[in-house]
């Protein structure tokens, strides 16, 4: 039986997190934390800073997804709105470039 809250994967249990973009369970490594920091939402490399993280796939389409539905003041508890501008930058840098 499977605990709840985890995933079988590779033959190991790992911890299941949500995407605040697409809203999809999948298993914590897949995802980038965030956090923000003096209302600025900064990507989590490694998974080390400090405050209330929030999950997200590093794709652009995630991104917007959960700026449209302004799910990060909700995600962070914060009021107001955030900066993802940092964010927008650390994932154009991640995703390759299309030729043609």
Same mark, same amino acid.
Request: net charge positive.
């Given at each position: 039986m499977r605990r709840q809250g985890k995933l079988e994967y590779g033959y190991q249990a790992a911890p299941l997190r949500t995407c605040v973009g697409c809203r999809v369970r999948t298993v914590k490594s897949e995802l980038l934390r965030l956090v923000v920091v003096e209302g600025v939402i900064v990507p989590d490399t490694r998974g080390r800073l400090p405050? +209330?993280?929030?999950? !997200? $796939? #590093? %794709? #652009? +389409?995630? !991104?917007? *997804? =959960?700026?449209?539905?302004?799910? &990060? #003041?909700?995600? &962070?508890? =914060?009021?107001? %709105? @955030?900066?993802? %501008? @940092? !964010?927008? =930058? $650390? !994932?154009?840098? *991640?995703? #390759?470039?299309? %030729?043609?």
């Open positions: 405050g +209330r993280g929030a999950s !997200l $796939h #590093p %794709s #652009p +389409r995630c !991104l917007e *997804l =959960a700026e449209r539905r302004r799910a &990060f #003041p909700r995600a &962070f508890r =914060a009021e107001g %709105s @955030l900066d993802t %501008s @940092l !964010l927008q =930058a $650390h !994932l154009e840098g *991640l995703t #390759p470039e299309r %030729s043609g």
